[in-house]
């Protein structure tokens, strides 16, 4: 039985398709614009006659039977016109070498069909709303890039503490790293794209406590948030995220995050300088992509940090709301001192056991 339009999955960009063994199946199941090319020579002939206003937003390649494929991707990697082009590799057949090469061009995304085609889906419509998200970030960070600028001496306290701790905490480190290695396959270090100070976009490191496949799971779980029925979220749209007995959790994961020890590579964003110490938390995207009025936009005039306020008060419990949440953002980065750094300090001590699951 076909599928009608109003029921297929509705991808929101310009799509440029190019191979021929799953074109048929990507046709009849997306309501999308999709154009299609043939062979090498209409790939080539189709980008050399885009203009400014015509590139489209997602080129998909097939893979198999395609000896041009990583070429193609060189070929749009390297003109600066097409540099906003997301790229998205398939394939029939699962090939190490094809995927190495795939991460060493950094496409977007990989697949290997079959894969679940509403998920397929829900990634490219994701990847268009981040492309768009991105830049209007990066602007953000530059508008107030010369408004924030850590204080020498905050600066030069993160770096002698964040220094000594990381040699002090390195057999640590190592036993944490085999026994994550030990429960469950993934890399050790969970790495994801944060905002800190003046809209600064950087790469936040954890210990990784959570299931290899744990971001597939969060749009389903999206009833389970804590923050999502607060009065201040707007047509059930929250700025944060939070569950609480969050089943993407590892065993591990659990002591982890219990002990706080999770949160310990954060030391090395510090003494980089992407945080501070004491600070702000640093936000998902998405969070922070929430947060840019007026109102809000405070917490970015001060440092990023590995514990503040939120972390004294109530910490992660049910009852501290959202604007709770951002009023002490938006206090801290207007108050924050020596002093109350070392206030935050002494009581994060106590707080790292926490009493809910979150």
Not at 105 to 119: G, H, R, W
Not at 161 to 172: M, V
Not at 228 to 253: C, Y
Request: glycine fraction near 4%; charge should be positive; proline fraction near 4%.
């Amino acid at each position: 039985m076909t599928t009608s339009a109003i029921d297929k999955p509705q991808i929101n960009a310009k799509i440029v398709y190019f191979g021929k063994l799953l074109r048929s199946i990507i046709a009849e199941e997306f309501n999308a614009h999709i154009e299609y090319l043939d062979d090498s020579k209409s790939f080539k002939s189709y980008f050399d006659n885009q203009s400014l206003l015509s590139i489209p937003d997602i080129i998909l390649i097939e893979v198999d039977d395609n000896k041009d494929c990583f070429d193609q991707v060189r070929y749009i990697k390297e003109n600066p016109f097409f540099q906003g082009l997301i790229i998205v590799l398939l394939g029939v057949k699962e090939d190490k070498s094809w995927r190495k090469k795939a991460l060493e061009l950094k496409v977007n995304d990989y697949y290997t069909y079959p894969f679940p085609l509403e998920d397929f889906c829900e990634r490219l419509n994701f990847l268009v709303k981040f492309k768009l998200i991105k830049p209007k970030l990066m602007e953000l960070a530059q508008q107030t890039d010369v408004v924030y600028q850590i204080p020498l001496s905050k600066r030069i306290f993160d770096l002698v503490a964040s220094g000594s701790a990381l040699l002090l905490l390195s057999p640590l480190f190592v036993i944490v790293a085999i026994l994550i290695k030990l429960e469950s396959k993934g890399k050790v270090i969970y790495k994801s794209k944060r905002v800190g100070a003046g809209y600064k976009i950087f790469d936040f490191y954890k210990f990784r406590s959570m299931r290899s496949d744990a971001d597939k799971m969060l749009q389903s779980m999206a009833d389970l948030n804590q923050y999502a029925n607060d009065d201040t979220s707007k047509n059930g749209k929250t700025a944060f995220v939070k569950f609480k007995n969050d089943p993407r959790i590892t065993k591990l994961g659990a002591f982890l995050r219990k002990t706080s020890i999770d949160e310990l590579p954060q030391l090395i964003n510090v003494f980089i300088g992407d945080m501070s110490l004491v600070g702000n938390r640093p936000l998902p995207l998405y969070e922070a992509e929430q947060l840019t009025t007026n109102e809000w936009s405070t917490r970015f005039l001060g440092p990023a940090g590995l514990t503040g306020l939120w972390q004294i008060s109530k910490r992660g419990q049910k009852e501290m709301s959202e604007r709770e949440r951002k009023e002490l953002d938006n206090y801290y980065a207007d108050n924050y001192s020596i002093l109350l750094d070392l206030k935050i300090i002494l009581k994060t001590i106590p707080a790292l056991i926490q009493k809910e699951k979150v």
